[in-house]
Nanobody, 126 residues
Framework: EVQVAESGGGLVQAGGSLRLSCTAS????????IGWFRQAPGKEREEIPC????????YYADSVKGRFTISSDNAKNTVYLQMNSLKPEDTAVYYC???????????????????WGQGTQVTVAS
């Protein structure tokens, strides 16, 4: 059984930083893409960055490019999301999701991810 767990959310002032972690266990393939999504109240779930375990390739949405950095520790099946220069509009529930067997980091949409974490709240105060 695949289990995905996020941690590291919280409350931060605008301009501050947070680091989220995502750990996946039981993934049936030795290659995967892990992506971070976020969803604010009343809005659609937005794909932000993702990373490939096979080549380390990454994809970033324009809304976070230059402020957020995704990285991975493949030996631990853990992916990190470093979020800097946070803005109030970054406030959302952040989800981690796994696409087993996928090798290319690109904008794929929620339908390509099979396993999801429960989400962690990030609140940026102005």
């Amino acid at each position: 059984e695949v289990q995905v767990a996020e941690s590291g959310g919280g409350l931060v002032q605008a301009g501050g930083s947070l680091r989220l972690s995502c750990t996946a266990s039981g993934v049936p393939f030795n290659v995967w893409v892990i992506g971070w999504f976020r969803q604010a109240p009343g809005k659609e779930r937005e794909e932000i960055p993702c990373i490939s375990s096979s080549d380390g390739g990454t994809y970033y949405a324009d809304s976070v490019k230059g402020r957020f950095t995704i990285s991975s520790d493949n030996a631990k099946n853990t992916v990190y999301l470093q979020m800097n220069s946070l803005k109030p509009e970054d406030t959302a529930v952040y989800y981690c999701a796994v696409s087993p067997g996928m090798t290319t980091a690109k904008s794929m949409g929620v339908q390509w991810y099979d396993h999801w974490g429960q989400g962690t709240q990030v609140t940026v105060a102005s």
